[in-house]
């Protein structure tokens, strides 16, 4: 099993700052990284997959980068409704998908 | 629009069963592979079961390997979960996910919450 750990498990951050969160795979990924939002009480909501594709309708604001086993998610100037939970999830180990353990983005 | 709606989940007691529903509309349901993934109270997302478009291909977590089944009917648009054997670690909600074209989970439903007590 593909093990995914981000970090950190929470980030402080003031409104109109900008957020970088990890994710770490236990063997390479290459790039079937996808990354996810929810909010509570909401389901997760996808935000970018194959590492760095933006899916639809989600601002520029946010970004991923990476391949292999390092992934960056990063947030400019964070607004009110940016604070929430991020998942990783590597889907390389087909169908066997595996999440991250989540980054919690709270108001500073 | 893609809309994904599950029901039957409850309470049951330890060793029970339940069958989960979810109905799509907004997409053609039948060329799409689709998954279950479950949230557990205070924990992470979980990937529980995986079906593909035509039902020849269906995969589980260890967790669940011989108490779920997945299943499909795309003359309904329906996604299943029978879930036989419960323990008090399915407590979670169960989402439906649809897969998109490059295996991302593309489009969630608002899932629904199992809780299994003793």
């Known amino acids: 099993e593909i093990v995914m750990t981000q970090s950190p498990d929470t980030l402080s951050v003031s409104p109109g700052e900008g957020a970088t969160l990890s994710c770490r795979a236990t063997q390479s990924v290459s790039s079937n990284l996808a990354w996810y939002q929810q909010k509570r009480g909401q389901a997760p909501r996808l935000l970018i997959y194959a590492a760095s594709t933006r899916a639809t309708g989600i601002p520029a604001r946010f970004s991923g980068s990476g391949s292999g086993t390092e992934f960056t998610l990063s947030i400019s100037s964070l607004q009110s409704e940016d604070f929430a939970v991020y998942y990783c999830?590597?889907?390389?180990?087909?169908?066997?998908?595996?999440f991250g353990g989540g980054t919690k983005v709270e108001i500073k | 629009q893609v809309q994904l709606v599950e029901s039957g989940g409850g309470v049951v007691q330890t060793g029970g069963s339940l069958r989960l529903s979810c109905v799509t509309s907004?997409?053609?349901?039948?060329?799409?592979?689709m998954h279950w993934v479950r949230h557990a109270p205070g924990k992470g997302l979980e990937w529980v079961s995986y079906?593909?478009?035509?039902?020849?291909?269906?995969f589980y977590a260890d967790s669940v390997k011989g108490r779920f089944t997945i299943s499909r009917d795309n003359s309904k648009n329906t996604l299943y979960l029978q879930m036989n054997s419960l323990r008090a670690e399915d407590t979670a909600v169960y989402y439906c996910?649809?897969?998109?074209?490059?295996?991302?989970?593309?489009?969630w439903g608002q899932g629904t919450l199992v809780s299994v007590s003793s």
């Open positions: 999830q590597q889907y390389n180990n087909w169908p066997a998908l595996t």
């Open positions: 079906i593909w478009s035509e039902e020849t291909d269906k």
């Open positions: 907004g997409f053609s349901f039948s060329t799409y592979a």
């Open positions: 996910v649809r897969s998109g074209s490059s295996r991302q989970l593309d489009y």
